[in-house]
């Protein structure tokens, strides 16, 4: 499981790192959003290690626990992630308004 794990977080951050150099806003958000998913997987393996929790001690259970604090963090990034990625696409929908163009180097001023 950790080693499909690793193979989706290093697709994702290919994707993402692929959508990042093209030459789009909408391609660099989605990619900044690949590169959020993927930062999120890798934190939640983090957390997936295989013990006893120290509270209960040996006497009590032989049971498998997750460590909380990797969970708490993945939550309150999944959700500073939507926020921004929702803030970055209003500005790029602003943006396209008012410039009728999503292409970097026409934002920039330089011709083609």
């Known amino acids: 499981m950790e080693i499909l794990s690793a193979v989706i977080v290093g697709v994702l951050f290919g994707c993402g790192t692929y959508l990042m150099l093209k030459r789009t806003l909408l391609r660099i958000i989605i990619g900044l959003a690949l590169y ?4 999120n997987i ?3 393996e983090s957390g997936l290690h295989q ?6 001690g040996d006497g009590i259970s032989k049971m498998n626990y997750v460590d909380p ?8 990034a999944i959700v ?7 803030f970055i696409l209003v500005l790029a929908y602003k943006i ?6 999503d292409d970097l180097d ?7």
Do not use: V, W, Y
């Open 36 to 39: 959020s998913h993927a930062a």
């Open 42 to 44: 890798l934190l939640m």
């Open 51 to 56: 013990g006893i929790d120290p509270i209960i």
């Open 69 to 76: 604090i990797p969970q708490a963090l993945i939550l309150t």
């Open 80 to 86: 500073i992630g939507f926020a921004c990625t929702a």
């Open 96 to 101: 396209f308004q008012n410039l009728q163009t």
């Open 106 to 112: 026409e934002l920039r001023g330089e011709k083609g």
